[in-house]
């Protein structure tokens, strides 16, 4: 076997070495050369035809000149060498017709970037956008700078490449960004106007410039049921695909839907024990509550004349009601307290939003019920004409609703104070640190330059963007601030998703839309272009 092989070594090399590169004297027999695997084949300038390298021999030359060209034999060098020139402008021709200007491509990947974050179809580019540049570049600076636009492709079918383009690149990006990162997700899933499920995931981490980012991880259809074990499998498998670890993940947000966080079986559970998270429980989470049952209450309350007269002349047994004073009262009382719970949710939502704000707002919403109640509210507030069962009513359901509020957002926040208050000279080093933690918790507490900034930064941005010189302190911190406090971004998300996929878009990818759309990533248009030419 050894003898064979080396033969067989014996022969390539000597087959290496009896490869012959092109000579300028093989022009009079009509061949030039072009390079395939870092070899030179014999190429016809008259034929176009590419023979093998073995060809490259004056001898096999010349025969096809003889047999394929025998009309060409006596030509002299300078025939051929005017048909290669000719050749190569008609090569460089063709090259230069089919290969965009860079200007050109920038100006077509700028025109599907806006179409797509103004969640557009991409039709309006050929059907109205270039159409309305050209009447205005012709009326304002003149017709043949009109022209010019002319040669920016935006296709439909253009413009979903372009995008595919973007959204690629904004992934790569935000992927390169979260590796090696601690970050936290916000999951939720929603139906488009197909009735199609899906699952939408937004992405929390610290940025390379220490900054908080907020960004869509993914938006995937749920192909089959919406179980926990199949909404995880589709964020393992994205997660694991992109090469990010999930040790690294350090809270995960969902709304109070079972598939979400049911105890045993919902999909945060079995985020946490893949992850192997030692509390299976998470500390904070948000239900959606929706704004539409104040307004509709206030509306009825509103129109309570008109829907009274309309009911009244439909014999409905219900137009009583609307002529009671009592019944009138307690619809009152409730657009009241409806609206106050509004104004509390929307002062919730937001980006960059971390549980410490949302906690103060929700003590302080608290606080106001526990003063209404201290002030016997009945009395002090609601006028003495009322009957004593409103009051009973009244009372009641306040009470009630504070002790849904203590249920629901226990004031369980005291073992972070060391995050909020720093530098306050009372505060004892918590248990939980470490030895090397707990010595960078002392130099921070004390000193005054950090405790400058703290009064003038937002807790975030203090944590995130200052604390440089206590790397382990600012770590533990930031797993604290990171996790979402409420599923505001993937409600705003599946808003974008109605405006996007529409039913004359059923077909349409949704996540390369929503990546272009929503995503704070710039594109780096200069690298697309230059990859594209």
């Known amino acids: 076997m050894r003898n064979n092989q080396a033969e067989m070594d014996r022969g390539s090399s000597s087959a290496k070495k009896r490869r012959r590169n092109y000579d300028e004297s093989y022009l009079k027999f009509g061949f030039t050369y072009v390079e395939k695997d870092g070899c030179q084949h014999p190429k016809c300038v008259i034929c176009l035809k590419v023979l093998s390298v073995e060809s490259m021999l004056p001898s096999k030359l010349k025969r096809h000149l003889m047999s394929t060209h025998s009309s060409l034999s006596d030509k002299p060098r300078e025939f051929f ?51 309305a540049a050209i009447d205005m570049v012709s009326i304002m600076i003149g017709e043949p700078a009109s022209k010019s636009l002319q040669k920016i492709p935006l296709s439909n079918n253009t413009i979903a490449r372009r995008i595919d383009k973007i959204a690629l690149d904004v992934n790569d990006q935000l992927m390169s960004a979260i590796r090696g990162k601690v970050f936290a997700l916000q999951l939720d899933e929603a139906t488009d106007s197909n009735k199609d499920a899906h699952l939408i995931c ?16 993914f938006c995937r259809p749920i192909t089959e049921s919406c179980r926990a074990a199949n909404l995880f499998e589709i964020v393992n498998n994205f997660i694991e695909s992109n090469g990010i670890e999930w040790k690294m993940c350090v809270g995960i947000c969902t709304d109070g839907a079972r598939a979400m ?11 946490c024990d893949d992850a192997g ?17 104040g307004k509709v209450l206030l509306r009825v309350y509103e ?75 009945m009395e002090n507030f609601i006028s003495h004409n009322l009957e004593n069962d409103n009051k009973d009513v009244i009372y009641e359901h306040l009470d009630n609703l504070s002790m849904h509020f203590e249920h629901y957002f226990p004031e369980n926040m005291g073992q972070h104070d060391w995050i909020r208050y720093p530098f306050n000279s009372s505060l004892i080093i918590p248990d939980c640190f470490s030895t090397s933690e707990a010595e960078q918790f002392a130099d921070l507490a004390s000193d005054f330059t950090l405790k400058t900034k703290f009064e003038s930064s937002e807790i975030f941005q203090f944590w995130s963007n200052t604390c440089q010189e206590y790397p382990q302190v600012r770590d533990k911190a930031l797993r604290v601030l990171l996790p979402f406090a409420t599923s505001y971004l993937c409600e705003a998300g599946f808003s974008a998703v109605a405006s996007i996929k529409t039913k004359y878009r059923s077909r349409l990818d949704i996540e390369i839309e929503m990546r272009v759309c929503i995503s704070s990533i710039p594109p780096r248009f200069e690298k697309m272009c230059s990859e594209h030419q």
């Open 81 to 131: 060498a005017r048909k290669l020139a000719g050749f190569q402008r008609q090569a460089a021709s063709i090259s230069t017709a089919f290969t965009i200007p860079s200007k050109v491509q920038l100006a077509s990947f700028k025109v599907a970037y806006r179409i797509a974050r103004a969640k557009k179809p991409h039709t309006i580019a050929e059907n109205l956008i270039l159409p």
């Open 202 to 217: 937004y992405v929390r981490f610290i940025g390379d410039d220490n900054v908080p980012v907020e960004d869509l991880f």
């Open 261 to 271: 966080s049911g105890s045993y079986g919902g999909l945060r559970k079995k985020m």
């Open 277 to 293: 998270a030692e509390h299976n429980a998470l500390l904070f989470y948000c239900s959606a509550r929706w704004l539409s049952k």
């Open 303 to 377: 129109l309570r004349n008109e829907i009274a007269n309309y009911l009244q002349e439909e014999k409905h047994q219900q137009a009583a009601n609307f002529k009671d004073v009592n019944f009138l009262t307690n619809l009152a009382y409730l657009c009241d307290i409806f609206g106050k719970l509004n104004h509390l949710n929307t002062t919730l939502q937001g980006k960059y939003t971390h549980a410490f704000g949302l906690f103060d707002k929700i003590t302080g919403f608290r606080k106001k019920f526990k003063y209404f109640l201290k002030q016997h509210l």
